[in-house]
């Protein structure tokens, strides 16, 4: 089973930027972000969860919600086994709760490494969640 730990949160002025690190590791030798593609979704208050952006397990694929297209940027490090979401240009609607999630099935279902989803049904491992804070 994948664990998934986010960090990076915290407080910041509107306008402003964080960036959101989540490093994934497995109990076993030999793991690998080839092996998942990774989504990073929040949640506010009284709110549904939404997913914002994810990256396939190719690296090639990546995917935005309309929401933050254009101010939010996802990449990854393979070497660290670490996917950052770059935030920029943040707005007090940011506010939430930010969570990383791991997705292997759907990989090995569709046989397509490409493949990215915005829905959180698809992911299989979950972190805690780092608070994002916007606010002046």
């Known amino acids: 089973q994948v664990r998934v730990v986010e960090s990076g949160g915290g407080l910041v002025q509107p306008g402003g930027s964080l960036r959101l690190s989540c490093e994934a590791s497995e109990s076993f030798s030999g793991f690998s972000l080839y092996l998942y593609a990774i989504g990073w979704f929040r949640q506010a208050p009284g709110k549904v969860r939404e997913g914002l952006s994810c990256i396939s397990s190719s690296g090639r694929t990546t995917k935005y919600a309309d929401a933050v297209k254009g101010r939010f940027t996802i990449s990854r490090d393979i070497s660290k086994n670490t996917v950052y979401l770059q935030m920029d240009n943040l707005e007090p609607e940011d506010t939430a709760v930010y969570y990383c999630?791991?997705?292997?099935?759907?990989?090995?279902?569709?046989?397509?490494?490409?493949?990215?989803?915005?829905?959180?049904?698809?992911?299989?491992?979950w972190g805690q969640g780092t608070q994002v804070t916007v606010s002046s």
């Open positions: 999630a791991a997705d292997r099935g759907s990989i090995e279902s569709t046989g397509n490494s490409d493949y990215v989803s915005l829905s959180d049904w698809e992911y299989d491992s």
